[in-house]
């Protein structure tokens, strides 16, 4: 399958997917608890024992020579060591929450110096520090580097993946515990990930309902503050609310649907277009391509020996060329759907719907809002 039919499949495949009806989803899939909350740290140190890949830099040499000062060793200051076999790195990780002191966390080492290759190093005690300047964690261990280098005597070089940048598998001792909003307070703060104040107030009614809550009566658990936000009454021990939060996150509602949206990633070609995005009467001209979208209202009466209604249907006829004509003409009510389907018929490029959509933006036919990533 070639890259363009590939491109158009996946657009395709968004519009049969965003044909399908919302379906109910679990709280905890697409909200978070405030306060619940990973923490980042980083710290500075040095990695050795490695084959000749290491560095001769003036912020290495201190570093060097300070921590052999801290095991009671002096340099002469007029002497500049050799150490190739050493390299300065950062080292950062991730707290998440809960994590208690003696736990261990994995580390990313990457160097910050001329070290062309940290593979087959050994990353001395470092200590990790978070935002408030405190030592949360302390890193050590032999680094797992996937990248690799090599050079010719020419100067030629290759270089796969990343030899400057290694991890360590539990490498970091946590050291410090970082207090929890969890048990803080008479309510939990529920976050959603994707604010909409249709999602809030579902959410907010999906709690209520379940636990029995009525705000008709003045009684209720669940209040939605915000488009982002729904505060939750819940029990001050510390047992119950644990389980309380258990009983809550698993609960299900149907969220809003989402925003008409059009998001475009002009790099790669991918077109991702929302069920809700409608097209208003326009006509537009590019290219030798032409597509026309007309519908037809029909009128369908019932025998009239047979029980039934008389309505009316649209039958949609689009028609599509790649003669000299360049108009493309549609009438009110067209789907997206079906103009990406004409364009897909005669094997057009991703960048023409890409040029088609944001000249339809532009002349304000396209009823959603158009992202370019």
Do not use: C, W
Request: hydrophobic share 45%; aromatic share 4%; no cysteine.
């Amino acid at each position: 399958m070639s890259l363009r039919k590939l491109l158009l499949s996946i657009v395709l495949l968004s519009l049969s997917v965003n044909g399908f009806a919302q379906q109910p989803q679990r709280i905890k899939d697409l909200a978070s608890i405030q306060g619940v909350r990973s923490n980042q740290l980083v710290g500075y140190g040095l990695v050795v024992g490695l084959p000749g890949t290491g560095e001769q830099s003036p912020f290495t040499e201190q570093s060097f020579r300070t921590m052999l000062a801290n095991f009671g060793i002096a340099l002469d200051p007029n002497v500049k060591p050799k150490i190739k076999n050493v390299a300065a790195v950062a080292v950062h990780a991730e707290l998440p929450p809960f994590i208690k002191p003696g736990q261990t966390i994995d580390v990313t080492v990457s160097s910050v110096g001329e070290a062309s290759s940290l593979q087959g190093g050994t990353l001395l005690q470092t200590m990790l520090k978070g935002l408030d300047g405190n030592v949360y964690a302390v890193a050590q261990g032999s680094l797992v580097v996937s990248g690799f280098g090599a050079q010719g005597g020419d100067g030629s070089r290759i270089i796969v993946n990343t030899p400057t940048v290694g991890r360590i598998a539990n490498g970091a001792l946590v050291e410090r515990e970082v207090p929890s909003g969890l048990m803080q307070g008479d309510f939990l703060t529920l976050n959603l990930h994707q604010p909409d104040f249709s999602t809030a107030q579902a959410l907010s009614d999906a709690i209520n309902m379940r636990l029995g809550a009525s705000p008709q009566n003045g009684y209720s658990i669940a209040t939605p503050i915000d488009a982002a936000s729904v505060r939750v009454m819940a029990p001050r021990d510390v047992g119950q609310r644990v389980g309380f939060v258990a009983t809550i996150e698993n609960f299900t509602f149907e969220p809003a649907e989402a925003p008409a949206r059009v998001v475009i990633n002009s790099r790669t070609g991918t077109i991702v277009i929302g069920r809700e995005v409608r097209l208003l009467p326009a006509a537009i001209t590019h290219g030798g391509l032409t597509v026309t979208i007309s519908e037809n209202q029909q009128v369908s009466q019932p025998n009239a020996l047979a029980e039934g209604e008389t309505v009316v249907t649209t039958q949609s006829i689009i028609d599509v060329n790649l003669a000299d004509s360049r108009m493309f003409k549609f009438d009110p009510g067209v789907t997206l759907d079906q103009l990406v389907r004409a364009v897909n018929e005669v094997g057009a490029a991703p960048g023409d719907l890409m040029a088609i959509l944001e000249a339809l933006r532009q002349a304000g036919a396209l009823q959603g809002e158009l992202v370019v990533i």
